[in-house]
Nanobody, 124 residues
Framework: QVQLVESGGGLVQAGGSLRLSCAASGRTFSSYAMGWFRQVPGKEREFVAS????????YYADSVKGRFTISRDNAKNTVDLQMNSLKPDDTAVYYC?????????????????WGQGTQVTVSS
């Protein structure tokens, strides 16, 4: 079982940047493909980005492509999400997630492990 803890959320003005980090403990981190999702009240959890076990493959939602970058450090058991040019529509709780697979995925049902989430608020 892997435990995931997100950090780095907060309040930022539109156009600003934030870097989210997810620290993983438990089983071997490199066994997992990782992802980031986000959710606002009353809506389904939305895919943001994902990365394969060794970082060779990444996927992004169209809404964040070119602005967000996902990366991982298997030596430190961390996965980060660099968010630039933030917009008010990016406001949400952001969740780190993991799946025991080499392949990154883009649907929430494919991930078994989730963190508690970190709030990101972008003011206009």
């Amino acid at each position: 079982q892997v435990q995931l803890v997100e950090s780095g959320g907060g309040l930022v003005q539109a156009g600003g940047s934030l870097r989210l980090s997810c620290a993983a403990s438990g089983r071997t981190f490199s066994s997992y493909a990782m992802g980031w999702f986000r959710q606002v009240p009353g809506k389904e959890r939305e895919f943001v980005a994902s990365i394969s076990r060794f970082g060779g493959v990444t996927y992004y939602a169209d809404s964040v492509k070119g602005r967000f970058t996902i990366s991982r450090d298997n030596a430190k058991n961390t996965v980060d999400l660099q968010m630039n040019s933030l917009k008010p529509d990016d406001t949400a709780v952001y969740y780190c997630t993991a799946r025991v697979s080499s392949a990154a995925a883009m649907t929430a049902s494919e991930y078994a492990h989730w963190g508690q989430g970190t709030q990101v608020t972008v003011s206009s």
